[in-house]
């Protein structure tokens, strides 16, 4: 969200982080109760089984309707953030970029 007073913005996005701050260890949590990473589009992840939930992500599968933003959820019901969850792998930071990549690549053909 712009703002004109850039004191303002550095505030308000302070003041959200801190606010939403538990809903995102909630969900991290939910994480790391799941299991390890799926992998890339084309091979197992070379992090298997040495993986902290830290670095665990949510990547939503091919054909599957992103509509939100699994940390941008707070305020959503937990069978709402489950039903997004439902649609998506669950990838380390390391394969989720290379699944992104793999994604851009095929797709720009
Ligand atoms: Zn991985």
Redesign the pocket.
Known sequence: MPYADKLVEALWKSNHYQKTKKFRRRVKLLVFYLQ?????LTEK????GR?SHVSLQYDHRDGEIKKYDINRMDGHSIETIKKEMRKCDV??A???AVRTEQRRLRDAK
């Open positions: 390890g990473c799926a992998g890339t992840c070379k992090w298997q993986i990838v380390c390391n394969c989720h």
